[in-house]
């Protein structure tokens, strides 16, 4: 007999997991670069006032700018930095992502929430200036950190990826965590579907990527499945990483989630990889994530969805068709959350209501935005979306969608 994780007589087995919220904050369109940061932080301001919160709530922010270049991105990162420690006085995980936000802005801001704070121990720190957040209770440690990179102008995304993955690695093991123990991952890479030649041989750049992470991630035992992770073109930048890493006292709550009508992007086969050449007679490796991962918590679960497409098994579908794609990619999350599924992973609960706290959609061309607009409109009126133009990891998918969804 299956154990019912929502029965009341076994809810002292199952770790707490801390509420967490987003807000997204658009600026006024006009103004420089600093005037418009400055809006975004007066709006959070407002907002935090009439959510009765405070600037200590915040444990991870996120600023996608229209960046067209690695010298623009880094004088708008550097600006960005300076005047977001101005704002926090502390430390804040932050990741500066060259996506294009909508509404012909110069950037937007996604804010992570942390609520009821001072029912855990936050500490906040900096190793070799990447900042991240650690959040205790007597149940589970979180580990919230964003914006590993190397930064450097030089687009080298084999050495960017080493070192993105040596500062995870390095931050991981001081504070007492795992590559085994990251539930979420999010994967930034500059010009993804474009090649690097070298020596007369191509190499594109998210492969370069996946080989890099699976080196790493061969290193450890994954215990409860990879992470969910989303793996995003930008215009700039490089490689940036950022990371939530979960550990519970009861580690039994922590579900690795198959889609039923999607081939695991680890078992893709070689069909669908790309060329890597940068390591001489190695054979491509696979994009090591989950399609999501569920934590069940003493009152409900918290999903965090992986980078979603328009793949049916391993392949694309509705190629050339925004509105297929769109609804194809929905239709495949709401799968994906659905309840047979659940029930096939061993999860038998009664849920009075689901529902998105978070919804990020990454539209490949900026002339398609108002169409996608329009179908999450119809289908998920109420939900907090934000929409970027941003490349998508195969060169025939025009949007990708991701999440987290909350269960009660």
């Not at 623009?72 to 060259?98: C, D, H, M, R, W």
């Not at 990179?149 to 084999?158: E, P, Q």
């Not at 450890?220 to 990371?243: E, L, R």
Request: hydrophobic content about 35%; overall charge neutral; some cysteine.
């Amino acid at each position: 007999m299956k154990q019912d994780y929502f029965n009341p007589v076994f809810m002292d087995n199952f770790s707490c997991f801390p509420q967490i919220n987003y807000l997204t904050i658009v600026p006024v369109s006009e103004g420089t670069l600093e005037q418009q940061i400055q809006d975004c932080y007066q709006k959070l301001s407002n907002l935090l006032v009439r959510k009765k919160n405070k600037k200590e709530s915040i444990i991870k922010q996120t600023v996608f700018i229209k960046s067209g270049n690695n010298t623009q991105y880094y004088t708008t990162k550097a600006e960005i930095l300076q005047l977001s420690g101005n704002y926090y006085g502390f430390f804040v995980p932050t990741t500066i992502v060259s996506q294009k936000p909508e509404n012909n802005v110069l950037l937007s801001m996604e804010i992570t929430l942390l609520t009821n704070p001072e029912n855990y121990k936050v500490h906040r720190k900096n190793f070799e200036g990447t900042a991240y957040t650690c959040i205790k209770n007597n149940s589970f440690s979180l580990l919230v950190s964003g914006g590993l990179a190397l930064n450097s102008k030089k687009t080298d995304i084999f050495r960017q990826s080493h070192q993105a993955f040596s500062i995870m690695n390095e931050l991981l093991k001081l504070e007492g965590f795992s590559l085994s123990d990251v539930v979420r991952q999010w994967n930034y890479i500059e010009n993804i579907t474009e090649f690097t030649v070298q020596n007369g041989s191509k190499s594109q750049h998210y492969q370069i990527f996946n080989d890099v992470r699976s080196e790493y991630y061969g290193q450890v035992h994954f215990k409860n499945g990879y992470p969910a992770a989303t793996g995003i073109g930008t215009n700039s930048g490089g490689v940036v990483v950022d990371f939530i890493a979960y550990k519970a006292v009861e580690e039994d709550n922590v579900y690795a989630l198959k889609n039923p009508v999607q081939t695991d992007a680890h078992k893709y086969t070689h069909k669908v990889l790309e060329e890597n050449n940068m390591v001489p007679k190695k054979t491509e490796s696979t994009p090591k994530f989950e399609r999501a991962k569920l934590i069940v918590h003493h009152n409900g679960a918290t999903m965090f969805i992986s980078g979603t497409a328009a793949i049916k098994g391993e392949q694309t579908i509705a190629q050339g068709d925004i509105d297929m794609q769109t609804r194809v990619t929905l239709e495949n999350i709401a799968i994906l959350a659905g309840h047979e599924n659940l029930t096939a992973h061993g999860i038998h609960a009664s849920f009075n209501k689901k529902y998105f706290s978070l919804l990020r959609v990454y539209v490949k061309n900026e002339t398609n935005i108002q169409a996608v607009k329009n179908i999450i409109d119809e289908l998920h009126p109420y939900c907090p979306c934000k929409i970027i133009q941003s490349d998508i990891c195969r060169s025939n998918l025009l949007i990708e969608i991701e999440g987290v969804m909350e269960f009660e």
